[in-house]
């Protein structure tokens, strides 16, 4: 049986489990916490630190092929196991390009990209020296997630809230919407993409609130989002699936924010809404099947689950017969015995005709669950 692990434990990991159940292949999980998400689901399971060399070379090496669910691995260690006949998803040197937001701005303005105008700079004082790219948002080169290793600077005065770190300086735009664009890369290249997606954020926590699909936008605009996701996944020249963040301006234009080379918050709603789902996909890649239909089944909306303001500690759930109650009402949680603050914990799809009655539904689930600890 084809042997393929899994670099993190967590609710990614999980669901791409999931999704194995389906095909003949053996699963490995690589992961610290062995309370995870994804450990108990596995037929497999190494406690292990992702980001150490020798860890991640030693799960790595008996194995047929090896993908992620979080970019923060050590890449050292994969290039060795791909040189050693190990295939890796994607390829080593793509997660290069990603894992840097640095190197992944300079990728997108080398070949011919649009994106929004950037600097690098190495510290907070250097800020006022780009004072033309005001107001702006500072991303650090490495270790910024969900939210976290991002900062507004709004003027000059802010330059103290900034980092003195290797990062990004980039001009803020002014967005009309955010999106996303999932695509599917088989070992030919051959390429298969999923209808975008409106992503809504919470503005406090700068992360996914709930997202629409799809996205409500012109066949021009469409067209010109397709393009541009295609041009940055073909010049990855990986197989894999990649998730690809996408601005539309005030004028129309546009612009790529970022790229995830994995199954993505913005794709959960795939597992219900459409006939292959994310993580069905990457497995027919990995194993060599055909690419799945991308289509979607109904139109849709996921909303993010997180844990609520005040509570850290044991997990417990109010409204999940509330919740349940909703027609076409699909709930996930992700098995996390810890709730904190602003941590995922699950998400909940509903699937519609109607756009308004996605976005009420949405709104309805919110209202309904609370997410609280126990002590």
């Known amino acids: 049986m084809f042997k393929v692990g899994i670099l993190g434990g967590g609710q990614l990991g999980r669901m791409l489990l999931q999704a194995a159940a389906n095909y003949p292949v053996e699963t490995h999980v690589l992961e610290n916490d062995d309370d995870c998400p994804a450990a108990h689901l596995c037929r497999y399971f ?28 050590n890449i050292e260690a994969l290039e060795r196991l791909e040189s050693e006949g190990v295939m890796v998803y994607p ?38 020296q780009f004072a033309h790219l005001l107001p702006a948002v500072q991303k650090l080169a490495e270790g910024g997630y969900d939210g976290r290793g991002v900062q507004v ?25 955010e999106i996303a664009q999932i695509i599917a890369v088989d070992k030919n290249l051959k390429t298969a993409l999923y209808p975008p997606v409106e992503m809504v954020f919470n503005k406090d926590l700068n992360q996914l609130d709930y997202q629409i699909s799809p ?16 041009a940055v996944v073909r010049n990855f020249q990986s197989p894999g699936i990649f998730a690809v963040e996408l601005f539309i301006d005030e004028q129309d234009e546009i612009l790529i924010n970022e790229t995830a080379p994995r199954v993505h918050n ?61 027609d076409n009402a699909f709930l996930h949680l992700y098995g996390k015995s810890e709730t904190r603050p602003g941590r995922k914990m699950g998400h909940v799809t509903i699937l519609s005709t109607e756009k308004q009655d996605l976005i009420h539904k949405a709104n309805k689930i919110k209202q309904a669950l609370t997410i609280r600890s126990r002590s």
């Not at 701005?105 to 994106?115: L, W």
């Open 153 to 177: 600077i709004e003027t000059i005065a802010e330059k103290n809230l900034g980092f003195d770190e290797h990062s990004v300086l980039e001009k803020k735009v002014r967005i009309k919407k």
């Open 46 to 73: 190494i406690k292990g630190n992702i980001r150490d060399y020798d860890t991640v070379y030693h799960f790595g090496k008996g194995l047929d092929a090896l993908t992620i669910e979080i970019e923060n691995v």
């Open 215 to 230: 996205a409500d936008i012109s066949e021009k605009l469409l067209w010109k989002i397709e393009a541009i996701a295609s």
């Open 266 to 326: 913005s794709g959960h709603h795939s597992i219900e809404a459409h006939f292959s789902s994310q993580f069905d996909m990457v497995w027919r890649i990995i194993l060599g099947f055909p690419l799945g239909n991308t289509k979607a089944i109904l139109p849709s909306a996921m909303v993010n689950i997180i844990g609520s303001e005040g509570h850290s500690g044991p997990v417990v759930y109010e409204g999940l017969d509330a919740l349940l109650g909703i």
């Open 91 to 128: 390829k080593p040197g793509v997660l290069r390009i990603i894992k840097n937001k640095v190197v992944q701005k300079q990728f997108y303005a080398e070949h011919g990209i649009p994106t929004a105008a950037f600097a690098v700079i190495h510290s907070r004082n250097e800020i006022g």
